[in-house]
Nanobody
Framework: QLRLAESGGGLVQPGGSLRLSCAPS????????VAWFRQAPGKEREGVSC????????DYVDSVKGRFTISRDTAKNTVYLQMDNLKPEDTAIYYC??????????????????WGQGTQVTVSA
């Protein structure tokens, strides 16, 4: 298993920005697509964004298009989620996850084998 770990969460005011990072504690992300999910209290986990193994394909849920950007740095073995113009409805625990594939298999959670522990993002004035 990759043993993914997220970092970069925190408290931010509406309109602010955060950058989340996802890195494995062992092995490499090379060869894997990586996705970000989030789960707000009382709601189901939803897919936010996914990037393919080569970084050439990126997918976003409609609610974050134009505000969030996913990227990956092969040299640092890290995937990032840059979140700009944050809104209170973005408040959730954010998880990174990897499927057993180099491509993004959509946002069905059952398609993802490795998950991090999550990082809290709170958007509030």
């Amino acid at each position: 298993q990759l043993r993914l770990a997220e970092s970069g969460g925190g408290l931010v005011q509406p309109g602010g920005s955060l950058r989340l990072s996802c890195a494995p504690s062992q092995y490499t992300l090379e060869g894997y697509a990586v996705a970000w999910f989030r789960q707000a209290p009382g709601k189901e986990r939803e897919g936010v964004s996914c990037i393919s193994q080569a970084g050439t394909y990126k997918d976003y849920v409609d609610s974050v298009k134009g505000r969030f950007t996913i990227s990956r740095d092969t040299a640092k073995n890290t995937v990032y989620l840059q979140m700009d113009n944050l809104k209170p409805e973005d408040t959730a625990i954010y998880y990174c996850a990897a499927p057993s594939a180099y491509y993004c298999p959509g946002f069905d959670v059952s398609r993802y084998n490795d998950w991090g522990q999550g990082t809290q993002v709170t958007v509030s004035a």
